[in-house]
């Protein structure tokens, strides 16, 4: 049996969905056997990090993700696994109805996009979101075999990528505010396959993405996956998302988590074992034979730069920041049915988007009441961040009026701020993080977790976390079990 002085330690850094999801994973090897201690640290007083859920006068208010994505099994799977799977509610996609802010009126999206991609041609080439010429080059699309631009290792922005599939105008009116609503971003900076990897790979087999996307509806249609009630879009727990931070916290052992514990520097070991020295202020250094950084690249940069060279590269990856305005009403009855809008930049407004939350999932609101979120910041407008609540909610009520006739004064309002949180995955991402990834050898003991590498959504992160812990938890044993044979034939 191992004692805890010859196990091999391993520190986690940074306590939101990434990080939580690595320190699973290696609690869960510690419980099979693995000869390992963990330790996660978390700069703030609470874990989840842009995951928050608040509660107040009967409404769920979400300040960062609302739900995670159910066609990426990873999130819905760790929530099964924790004894989450009956407190999980699909998405209302019966009342799935997004619309376009075009010329100042809400125009419904056309049914059965995928993303920016029909996958029903009649309402593409009937909505008013797109004129003659713009339908034109949609039905080209169907009947084209596009070649694709570049090699398949090569990149191009998502703005190219659109345009060369279906013109200017789908870019602007549905693609470009779809990104800025999901990524925070711009199109002519993101990178096609590292944003877009499912369309990128459609290009490459079948040349039209509007083929493709008939294509796999059809098959989702004939695997009987296509319905509504038995697929949602989205899931989340009835209680909001922080609901699985915490099932993932009751996992852990307590004295394994510390939070308010800021680390300020890491350095390497001394001794000749390798290893790190996690600093924190004021306390003594916690020392690790292997790091995982569940962190934002600009914080990875920052504690780990002179560790690896290769960590330098992460330099490269901007982040936008995001700031959701949730307003709770006391009446739904004025507001059109559906999920919310996008508005398109051209469009002068400073919301990117806003989700009719009650509509969205059910239990998010009293019976009868509202609850709007407004979606604001990204590349498009970074100085937002720093306005104050009451001007942001100002600039809500005043372009929900403008935009849905909404004069009623919200019951409350609720600001919520998410700085720098957003990577921006821009031309050259993927090689990049390639590079890196190849570099950090295992046996060097850091390893990366989080959203800055394949991937911003929540079950992204649940996999790359546990992809971390395995990876650690490899090394470090591989690291003993070579350590211990050499020190048998040594005699
Ligand atoms: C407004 C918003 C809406 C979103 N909507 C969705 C959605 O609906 N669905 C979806 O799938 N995804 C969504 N996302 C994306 C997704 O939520 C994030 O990509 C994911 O939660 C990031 O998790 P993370 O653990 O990698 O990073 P973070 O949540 O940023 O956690 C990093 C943690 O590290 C800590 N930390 C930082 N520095 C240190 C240090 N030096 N020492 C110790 N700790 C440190 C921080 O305090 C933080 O807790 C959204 C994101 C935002 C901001």
Same mark, same amino acid.
């Given at each position: 049996m191992n004692t805890s002085s010859d196990r091999r330690r391993i520190a986690v850094i940074g306590g939101g969905i990434s990080g939580l999801a690595a320190a699973y994973e290696l609690t869960r090897a510690r419980r099979a056997g693995a000869p390992i201690e963990e330790c996660l640290f978390e700069a703030s007083p609470r874990l989840g990090g842009v995951i928050r859920t608040e509660r107040q006068d009967g409404f769920i208010l979400e300040g960062g993700p609302d739900s995670f994505l159910t066609e990426k099994p990873d999130a819905a799977e760790l929530a099964r696994e924790l004894g989450l799977g009956s407190a999980l509610v699909g998405s209302n996609d019966r009342e799935r109805q997004t619309y376009i802010l075009h010329r100042g009126r809400l125009v419904p999206l056309p049914d059965g996009m995928m993303l920016m991609v029909p996958t029903r041609l009649w309402p593409a080439l009937t909505t008013p979101?797109?004129?003659f010429t713009g339908k034109l080059a949609v039905a080209r699309e169907r009947f084209q075999r596009i070649q694709p631009a570049l090699r398949r290792d090569e990149d191009e922005t998502v703005a190219s990528f659109v345009r060369r599939h279906f013109g200017q105008e789908i870019l602007e009116n549905i693609a470009d505010p779809?990104?800025?609503?999901?990524?925070g971003g711009d199109s002519e900076t993101l990178s096609a396959p590292a944003t877009l990897?499912?369309?990128w790979e459609m290009e490459q087999k079948h040349g039209s993405l509007?083929? $493709?996307?008939?294509? $796999?509806?059809?098959? &989702?249609?004939?695997?009987? &996956?296509g319905s509504a009630e038995s697929h949602p879009l989205f899931t989340t727990p009835q209680g909001g998302l922080e609901q699985l931070v915490q099932r993932l916290a009751q996992e852990l052992e307590p004295s394994k988590v510390l939070l308010g514990r800021k680390v300020a520097a890491l350095e390497p070991a001394q001794d000749s074992g390798g290893g790190y020295l996690v600093r924190l202020e004021g306390e003594e250094p916690y020392a690790a034979e292997a790091v995982i950084l569940a962190l934002p690249a600009h914080e990875v940069v920052r504690l780990a730069r002179r560790l690896e060279p290769a960590i330098e590269g992460l330099e490269a990856v901007p982040y936008s920041s995001a700031v959701t305005v949730s307003l709770a009403y006391a009446k739904k009855d004025r507001l059109p049915p559906g999920f919310g809008f996008l508005a398109p930049k051209k469009e002068g407004r400073r919301m990117l988007a806003c989700t009719f939350v009650h509509a969205k999932f059910p239990g998010r609101a009293p019976e009868g009441r509202a609850l709007l979120r407004c979606f604001f910041g990204g590349a498009r407008d970074p100085a937002v961040v720093s306005l104050n609540d009451a001007e942001l909610v100002d600039i809500a009520c005043e372009e929900l009026r403008?935009?849905?006739?909404l004069r009623a004064s919200p019951l409350f309002a609720r600001v919520f701020r998410s700085p720098r949180a957003m990577p921006q995955y821009t031309v050259g991402h993927a090689a &990049?993080?390639?590079q890196i990834q190849e570099r950090l050898r295992p046996e060097r003991g850091l390893f990366l977790a989080g959203n800055a590498y394949a991937g911003i959504g929540i079950p992204d992160c649940i996999r790359s976390g546990g992809e971390a812990a395995r990876r650690a938890v490899e090394a470090v044993c591989s690291d003993q079990r070579a350590a211990e044979s050499g020190a048998r034939a040594g005699g």
């Open positions: 979101l797109i004129s779809l990104l800025a609503g999901v990524y990897p499912r369309f509007v083929k $493709a996307a008939l294509e $796999a509806r059809r098959r &989702r249609r004939a695997s009987g &996956r403008a935009i849905l006739s &990049r993080i390639r």
